[in-house]
């Protein structure tokens, strides 16, 4: 049987989350797809195969999820729990818990430890390979000025952004203070942190249509460097709509990225160059995640409402799979004019 052909917003995956997604994650080490959800549960796709491989379910909401290895992964949920989730063998477990719902999961590879950050305004480590029950697999709490809203890991930095605009970035080998305390450069609440795959510092978007590009290196060169740029917005009788921007994702291969806006519209930049190097078509509702496999030849895509509205009639929630097309995401040669003969 041959497959669907490639409609201009991707191949749609079956047996999609049945409320809002809340992230979405390709493997490291295939097209292994992690995706979380407002319907509780943690679902893992093949991607390419367009096929479920397994779902675990939850007492509340999902908030966040990220790998552990091809099979097995963490979650981060309203019920306030860390768990990690081993879909080959259908068993799970606590790691632990915060006071609140825990927002944010990451996993570092450098340290082995899973990194979880709250509601509750702490960022706790944990590691997974102490025996189960939270005294054993706590590895430290560390308090955030705010609630945390977004976490990004790029070797052995971790970047923490908050609500009130707060911004820490720790060195995960001495996490006892933040290495940097700073402020978003954006007026506006923070909606997504991503760090540079080159580890020279990180995008941060807000609500309001706009995406900040900041750097690591406090030396007045180093900061020079910075820029904010607005997006996803549209003008209509001479009234800017502004949307919010929930995802940023960056190719693995080239350092562009992509991000995701409550407009439903997908555009890919170049930030070195300070250009938009492709927009694709629009998807049925807000782009709530999104993710490029770990050889950048696919996008997963998550079309979810992300009720910036409030509750209102909406198009159905899922995920799409997009084949990346070289011209979408490789940085275009500067063009030096000739010179005059």
């Known amino acids: 049987m041959t ?40 679902r893992l796709y093949d991607a390419s195969a367009n096929a479920l491989r397994g779902e675990f379910m939850h007492g509340g909401p999902v908030l966040d ?105 720790y060195d995960l080998r001495n996490m006892s203070q933040p290495e940097q305390k700073r402020e978003s450069s954006l007026k506006y609440q923070t909606r997504c942190v991503r760090c540079y795959p080159n580890g020279t510092g990180y995008a941060l978007s807000s609500v309001e249509g706009r995406v900040a590009m900041e ?37 693995p291969i080239y350092g562009t990225f992509a991000t995701g806006g409550c407009d439903g519209y997908v555009n890919v930049w170049d930030g070195n160059n300070k250009k938009r190097l492709y927009q694709y078509s629009k998807y049925p509702t807000s782009i709530a995640a999104l993710s490029f496999s770990r050889d950048g030849r696919l996008l997963a895509v998550a079309s979810s409402y992300t009720f910036e509205e409030g509750d209102k009639p909406h198009e159905p929630d899922a995920i799409f799979v997009r084949s990346v097309n070289e011209v979408e995401v490789k940085p275009k040669p500067k063009v030096l004019p000739n010179p005059s003969t």
Do not use: M
């Open 3 to 42: 497959a669907p052909p490639q409609v201009a917003t991707g191949r749609e995956l079956s047996s999609p989350p049945t409320d809002g997604i809340s992230n979405l994650r390709f493997s490291n080490h295939s097209d292994h797809l992690l995706v979380s959800s407002w319907d509780k549960s943690v």
């Open 65 to 169: 999820c990220c790998f552990h290895d091809d099979s097995s992964g963490f979650s981060a949920s309203a019920d306030n729990t860390v768990r990690r989730l081993v879909f080959n063998y259908g068993r799970e477990d606590i790691l632990g818990r915060h006071d609140a719902p825990v927002r944010c999961v990451e996993y570092s590879y450098a340290t082995g430890q899973v990194i979880t950050g709250s509601w509750d305004k702490t960022l706790k480590c944990w590691d997974p390979r102490g025996a189960s029950g939270q005294e054993r697999t706590l590895v430290g709490t560390y308090t955030q000025p705010e609630r945390v809203y977004s976490l990004s890991l790029v070797g052995n930095r971790l970047v923490v952004a908050t609500a009130g605009r707060h911004v820490n970035v």
């Open 215 to 251: 750097f690591f290196d406090l030396s007045e060169a180093g900061q020079s460097k910075k820029y904010a740029f607005k997006c996803h917005r549209k003008s209509e009788a001479g009234r800017d709509i502004v949307y919010p921007v929930n995802s940023i994702a960056f190719h």
